[in-house]
């Protein structure tokens, strides 16, 4: 790792990560941001259609690439008995209607080695979520689908020890993601030297800003969220420098049905790119 006093050596424009590439996805090095975007949990047919269509109308003339992500399986829910999603069965199904139609690549969560084999034969992206990112096994699995593995850092878990995980996979190619770190009960707060621990380890990083305002557990059955927040700190993000963004979005955030409370508007996403394209092309002209 680089140690403290050379972080005050580093230049002032974008650190340059490698370059990953995976099946039609690319990610890192001088690549276009990835965008990984979509409702937590997949709740129908149509307004998974709806929102992949205003996502690719978000990005479109911006530089950004999308992986449209929806989760077939809420397993690490606040309540034992919230909404979960349709199954992996019939959601592998539905999410691969959506790239069929729209042409995106596709991602969604999953949560023992059997369903990472599963669900590795149909994804472009297998995320590991951050509840079970020390899992090896779990790792290891998704990493035998030859699929693109997104492992989302751990609300426990120092910067530096994601290197660990993504060793975990062995040769596979992996991208890391940032969501926020526990902060006493129920709340997240962001340490942004994460992003640069991590990246300076040549790790390729996405930044999630809508996790990173949720506030587990705080709303009783089900997890509050302070989604105005959401805007500041993606463009904190991009100022620091990162390799893409995860945003989850809904066209009724007050009636989702999982992670409503933290995530962004469909509406309020087109202005935040924009910005962040912004933000993050005066980085790369340093």
Known sequence: MTSSNSLLHWPTGKIRTPTIRSGSISAGGDEPLLLIAGPCVIESED????????????????PFRLVFKASYDKANRTSH????????????RLLQQVRERFGVPITSDVHTPQEAEVAGRV????????LLCRQNDLIA???????LINIKKGQ??????????VRAAGTGE???????????????????????????????TIFDATHSVQKPGAAGKCSGGEPSFVPALARAASAVGVDGFFFEVHPDPDRALCDGPNSLPLQALRPLLEDLAAIDGLLRNR
């Open 123 to 130: 994804l472009d992206v297998v995320q590991i979520p951050a």
């Open 156 to 165: 426990f878990l120092a910067p530096e020890d994601m290197l660990h995980r």
């Open 174 to 204: 992996v991208i890391v993601t940032e969501r926020g770190t526990c902060f006493g009960y129920h709340n997240l707060v962001n340490d942004f030297r994460a992003l640069v621990i991590m990246r300076s380890l040549g790790l390729v």
């Open 141 to 147: 699995a998704a990493a035998k689908s030859g699929r």
């Open 47 to 62: 307004i998974l259609y709806r929102i992949a269509e205003e996502l690719l109308n978000s990005i479109r003339g911006l």
């Open 81 to 92: 008995d919230s909404f979960r999603g349709p199954g992996i069965g019939e959601g592998l």
